[in-house]
């Protein structure tokens, strides 16, 4: 859809210079407001989702996990939307399921928006499930983290990290290879089931790149996992804040996001650090949809407005994540100078394409049972 | 308690007999169950087992039940069809001799109200809640565990694993055993009132009370509470997600991967798994309907 | 009853006492843990939707209670009289809920109950009515075993029969004299499905209903203690209202015996 971009500079000031931007070609194909007023969203569009009286979103964490819950309060408090959230802990594939479940429901049953795991953006698009859209920022969106016809675009990710119990353990990992050493015998656990979960798989695959793997290379990840499991170190066990506190699993290798809200709701209770590997950076991205079948379409597309907006990419500065507009801001000077102090070290963290990724997912979900697991394998 | 050979049920069994329009006329009884059924649950199974045969783009395929004889699969079912057989047999005796105990075993009356209501809530403890419960008493630094240690046994040393086949039965064990508790407690309130005190006065001992009379009574309830416990825990996934960390592997815990995942994108897979849990139980039904049937004979 | 035996059973109650109190105490340790040590606790009585999702929750229970009870006992019965050749098909179809996943259920019956003709999902009503119906289908198999078990304890041709013959019609037969013979398995049938209802997640929340089981999973990802000290919780106010249910089941003792000592 874009066949002649215009460079647009805008000033995305915070209540300071009204630029009008008209963009032209290609403009008509494109379901997208007009007039642009520098950060905030058309008035057309807000008065048409308050008309709708509501949102519904399905998966996004209720605490923790970028500080989604600031963020949907700071949509509620700013355009008078209430939000209700299907399932906050549901996976990328009920998200799915809801939408296509609830094709003829306009009940609040039906979710307006999904936030997925990269991998379900193709095949959502080839099920015919999503309305395309794209935010007035949207060419501050890397072009590697969003779908050219705005059926998808990442919102933001985050790298794999090691969240330490240190009132159990004394020496906090700094690497992945520490994490075979004798001293963490039964303390190292995943935050997932390793056939099941994006950020536990993301584990395997980060601890390959550590160990001598790649991209496409995600054996050595798996045979790390299986050394990890023959010593004693690892935990079978899904890990959570209430298993890192109580000492079961002390050691909980899950994104730097979730580690950081963990410490922080812990402040004062339990003494959390969280580590991020010095090889082995891996990071995650999630993209954002909106339904074909959304009962709020408009509120759907001020959600996604208000997302993208600096507003909300600063509430996920401020929840630990990396914003996908983070180059963007950073250059413009509109960056969050506490959040963005709060940041742990993240450079060179890779970030892997749609491709690698369902490469290296499929081969790690088949390869965990029989390398790691009990199962002898087929020949 | 039924008996045949008395003149009542002879009388009906003539009245049943002339004409195929009298057999069916029963069926009307079962109207409002086959409606409701139909309704809430053959609908959505039905949708199961067509979605099994569908791929992502809705085409009829064979392909979802292409892995059903890989190794991880048959593994799996082996897994799931074990610890259920073991947790229905265990917490079939157990929660057998409790609901005697309760019952029949002279302890004070309001223990067993205690108990059986007790029982009610244990039923359902399950998934989250559970699994961290045995993990803040029996996991590594469990309480328990350390109170152990404290007194000089270690149990992990000694080979103990939470995180095991059979920790997890040992954890499965905590909604099973209720569950039994709860089902046979009516059979064996029938059974206390008249039975146990004819066999006393015919001078039987109580083996043999057991054997000739309790048991025989008996046994068609207990098998079919041995039914519903094989079905509960083979069914069981929430729990199991928890406790397993992708070490064991579980029929229902495959099907999650496929239908509830992150990143995996067959859900026909999945209900082809189902399909297959489907089938296991119909097998499982079969043999309980030919034991079922033995065990009426028996008891008369 | 000898002595020996009398002990054996209390040997047999304290053990299994044992067992299941013990990761309760493990949770309520868990739950103590907090800064100040029962801020889990106290930061409970403050949270209003505590209350709110349990009364909700226990509701649909005593609704599902009373619609499986209604559906499963005459069925039960009547397939105990009259059809025990279709038993085979009717505990299979009873066995079913166990193998369909619950994200299976749900999004069936969304995507069947959306449209007209019945389109429940629209209302709030309409989700609720839902709600109970899948949790009717949940409670299937506990409600038919419970049934069937308390069936056969008593003799069900003859009850039936004699009433018949002092002309009562089939409502006056399940009502007054079945009904009351199977108490014991009805009240158990009636713990389990409630117990079902408080606890069940999946359903509920993708129902979009202010369901128990997902305001409690909720809090495990904000505060771990509270989400142990309300497991504690509501496993002790669950046990409260199953106390109540059997106290009030107890009421009526009329039982009807039929063809001697019982």
Not at chain 3, 34 to 39: H, L, S, V
Request: charged share 15%; proline share 6%; hydrophobic share 50%.
């Amino acid at each position: 859809m874009l066949t002649t971009t215009r460079t647009l500079s805008r000033t995305l000031a915070l209540g300071a210079a009204l630029v009008l931007i008209v963009s032209a070609c290609g403009a008509a194909a494109t379901p997208k407001p007009s007039a642009a007023t520098g950060g905030t969203a058309d008035p057309a569009l807000v008065t048409a989702a308050k008309a709708e009286g509501g949102l519904t979103t399905i998966a996004l964490p209720n605490a923790g996990w970028c500080d989604y819950q600031k963020l949907m309060d700071g949509f509620t408090a700013k355009y008078g939307i209430p939000i209700s959230d299907l399932n906050p802990d549901g996976s990328s594939q009920q998200e799915v399921d809801a939408i296509k479940a609830n094709k003829d429901n306009k009940g609040p049953q039906a979710p307006d928006v999904i936030d997925v795991g990269l991998g379900f953006g193709p095949t959502a698009i080839a099920d015919g499930i999503l309305a395309p859209y794209k935010v007035l920022t949207w060419d501050s969106i890397p072009d590697a983290a969003k779908n050219a016809d705005g059926y998808w675009y990442g919102d933001y990710y985050g790298v794999l990290s090691f969240e330490t119990n240190t009132d159990v353990v004394k020496n906090v990992p700094a690497d992945w290879a520490d994490l075979l050493k004798p001293e963490y015998k039964g303390q190292v656990a995943l935050s997932g089931n390793p056939v099941k979960s994006n950020q536990a798989i993301s584990g395997v695959w980060a601890a390959a790149l550590a160990s001598g793997g790649s991209a496409d290379n995600v054996q050595p990840g798996l045979d790390f996992f299986k050394k990890l499991n023959d010593a004693g170190n690892y935990v079978p066990v899904i890990a959570g804040q209430a298993t890192v506190v109580a000492g079961e699993t002390p050691i909980r290798i899950t994104w730097t996001y979730n580690g950081l809200g963990d410490k922080d709701a812990q402040a004062g209770k339990t003494n959390i650090t969280v580590a991020v590997p010095t090889s082995g950076r891996f990071g995650g991205m999630y993209i954002q949809a909106i339904s074909a079948f959304a009962p709020h379409p408009n509120a759907a597309k001020l959600w996604m407005e208000y997302i993208y907006s600096d507003e909300g990419q600063n509430i996920w500065l401020g929840g630990y994540c990396n914003p996908i507009r983070y180059d963007a801001m950073a250059k413009a000077g509109t960056l969050d100078p506490t959040a963005k102090a709060k940041m742990p070290d993240t450079t060179g963290a890779f970030l892997p394409t749609l491709d690698q990724i369902t490469k290296a997912t499929t081969a790690i979900a088949a390869g965990w049972p029989t390398t790691v697991g009990v199962v002898v394998p087929d020949k | 308690m039924s008996r045949t050979a008395d003149p009542f049920s002879a009388r009906a069994a003539q009245r049943a007999r002339p004409g195929r329009s009298r057999n069916l006329l029963p069926l009307l009884g079962l109207v409002p169950f086959f409606v409701f059924t139909s309704m809430f649950l053959l609908i959505p199974a039905a949708k199961l087992i067509i979605g099994s045969f569908q791929d992502s783009a809705g085409q009829f395929t064979l392909a979802n039940y292409e892995d059903m004889t890989s190794k991880i699969v048959v593994n799996a079912y082996a897994t799931s069809i074990e610890i259920s057989i073991v947790t229905a047999i265990g917490a079939a005796i157990f929660g057998f001799l409790l609901a005697y105990a309760v019952i029949s075993g002279g302890l004070p009356k309001p223990v067993r109200a205690a108990v059986m209501t007790f029982s009610g809530v244990a039923s359902n403890f399950a998934g989250i809640p559970l699994a961290l419960a045995f993990i803040f008493t029996l996991g590594r630094v469990g309480l328990l565990t350390v109170f152990l240690r404290g007194i000089g046994i270690d149990p992990y040393k000694a080979g103990f694993n939470l995180y095991s086949k059979i920790g997890l039965e040992i954890v499965y064990f905590y909604f099973q055993l209720p569950l039994m508790v709860l089902i046979i407690a009516p059979a064996i309130d029938g059974l206390k009132r008249e039975w146990r005190e004819a066999a006393e006065n015919l001078g039987a001992s109580s083996f043999q009370f057991w054997r000739h009379v309790a048991l025989p009574v008996l046994m068609p309830s207990l098998l079919g509470a041995i039914m519903l416990l094989f079905g509960n825990s083979f069914g069981a996934q929430a729990t199991a997600y928890q406790l397993t960390g992708g070490l064991i592997n579980l029929v229902t815990l495959l099907v999650g991967d496929q239908l509830s995942g992150d990143v995996l994108h067959s859900p026909g897979k999945g209900m082809a798994l189902a399909v297959g849990m489907i089938v296991v139980m119909a097998v499982a039904l079969a043999g309980y309907a030919l034991l079922q049937r033995r065990a009426e004979r028996w008891r008369r | 009853m000898s002595r020996t035996f009398r002990v054996f059973w209390w040997l047999v109650f304290i053990v299994g006492a044992g067992y299941f109190f013990l990761p309760l105490i493990g949770t309520l340790a868990f739950s103590l843990r907090d800064k100040p040590i029962t801020a889990a606790y106290t930061g409970l009585l403050e949270n209003k939707q505590f209350l709110s999702t349990l009364l909700y929750s226990t509701t649909i229970g005593l609704a599902t209670i009373v619609v499986s009870t209604a559906l499963v006992v005459p069925t039960a019965f009547w397939v105990r009289l009259k059809m025990p050749r279709i038993r085979p098909i009717v505990e299979f179809i009873t066995l079913l809920p166990f193998m369909v996943p619950p994200v299976v259920l749900v999004f069936g019956l969304i995507s069947t109950y959306s449209r007209p003709p019945l389109p429940l999902t629209g209302s709030n009503t309409g989700s609720d009515v839902l709600l109970v119906a899948a949790y009717v289908v949940l409670s299937l198999p506990y409600m038919y075993r419970a049934a069937d078990t308390g069936l056969s304890a008593i003799d069900v041709r003859a009850l039936t029969e004699a009433a018949q013959s002092l002309g009562a019609g089939w409502p006056t037969i399940l009502l007054r004299v079945i009904l009351p013979n199977v108490r014991v398995a009805v009240l158990s049938g009636a713990f389990l499905t409630l117990a079902i209802v408080i606890g069940e997640f999946t359903i509920a929340i993708f129902l979009a209903r202010p369901a128990f089981a997902p305001f409690l999973g909720l809090l495990g990802d904000k505060d771990p203690f509270q989400q142990s000290a309300v497991a504690l919780v509501s496993f002790g106010l669950t046990w409260v209202a199953m106390i109540i249910i059997s106290l009030l089941g107890r009421g009526s003792q009329t039982r009807i015996t039929v063809g001697g000592a019982r």
